[in-house]
């Protein structure tokens, strides 16, 4: 039996604001407990803006109720949110901000970025709170690359970044420097064309591994950009060869199993917190 259960290919990618090209590759529809405490999940691919004295992106906006993971493969970005917090993350770097009972973020190219222009390749993830922490006081983490251990494969296979949870590998252990609200391990894998790994993951955790570029192999089926591969229930290892030189994202995270009710910026368990985080945006609560 193979240990991927389905597939799901980004077909459709939009832009959010006017300086993140986003291909869905873990869709509002699939939100639920099978991808529990994962909500959705946005990729740019490498995509590359010409100078500009503007700084492209997205002006202030609320959130409530959930976690925003920004992984930045390649480019800079600004964060600048209604509690203070102003950073600039670049290549290799993660930012993990929590809105919990509200916030008001911004995010834009880096200035520098946008006057030279270049490459962007990222992907920003939704995380859900638990109830207990869905009007937990926001905060801000800025996970910059040497922060992120790396496990180093033999014969030059490629690396395992270790942003969130552990991972074990040959007896090396690291351990990711987010800091999270619930059980999970988010993993950025760089593997080389011929690399062969067994994937170590908690079988009782929902799983999915997400192609960002190059092809794998899995059971003998070949995956490759934009798709995501949705682990079988209690798969404790999966077996990856690497066609091409690939980049994945792993997230594996012990499922809430609370009801999710959203609705645009906001992520709670009733529509009635629904309805009060509206109230309480208009009222200006999240300044």
Do not use: C
């Not at 552990?166 to 080389?192: C, I, K, W």
């Not at 290892?237 to 030189?245: F, G, K, R």
Request: no cysteine.
């Amino acid at each position: 039996m193979s240990t991927i259960q389905r597939v799901y290919q980004s077909d459709r990618s939009t832009w959010v604001g006017d300086g993140f090209p986003t291909n869905s590759m873990l869709p509002m529809h699939e939100m639920g407990n099978a991808t529990s405490p994962f909500l959705v999940m946005g990729y740019t691919q490498d995509y590359v803006f010409s100078p500009s004295q503007h700084q492209r992106g997205v002006g202030m906006h609320p959130h409530r109720g959930f976690e925003t993971v920004t992984i930045v493969y390649d480019g800079e970005l600004e964060h600048r949110d209604s509690k203070g917090n102003h950073g600039t993350i670049g290549k290799n770097e993660v930012q993990w901000m929590t809105a919990g009972r509200g916030i008001m973020h911004a995010e834009h190219h880096s200035k520098a970025f946008a006057q030279s222009g270049g490459h962007l390749d990222m992907i920003q993830l939704w995380v859900n709170l638990p109830s207990h922490a869905k009007m937990t006081e926001p905060r801000y983490q800025e996970l910059t690359e040497r922060s992120i251990p790396e496990i180093t494969l033999a014969d030059q296979q490629g690396i395992i970044r270790v942003i969130a949870g552990e991972y074990l590998h040959s007896g090396e252990l690291a351990v990711g420097p987010a800091q999270t609200f619930s059980p999970m391990t988010v993993l950025d894998l760089r593997f080389n064309t011929g690399a062969t790994h067994q994937l170590q993951l908690n079988p009782k955790w929902n799983n999915m591994i997400f192609v960002l570029s190059g092809e794998i192999q899995v059971d003998g089926k070949n995956y490759g950009a934009l798709q995501t591969l949705y682990v079988r229930d209690q798969t404790t290892a999966v077996d990856i060869q690497v066609n091409a030189t690939s980049k994945l994202l792993v997230l594996s995270g012990q499922a809430l199993n609370e009801p999710i009710v959203a609705h645009g910026p906001f992520v709670m368990n009733t529509q009635a917190e629904i309805d009060q985080a509206f109230n309480d945006f208009n009222r200006d609560h999240f300044a």
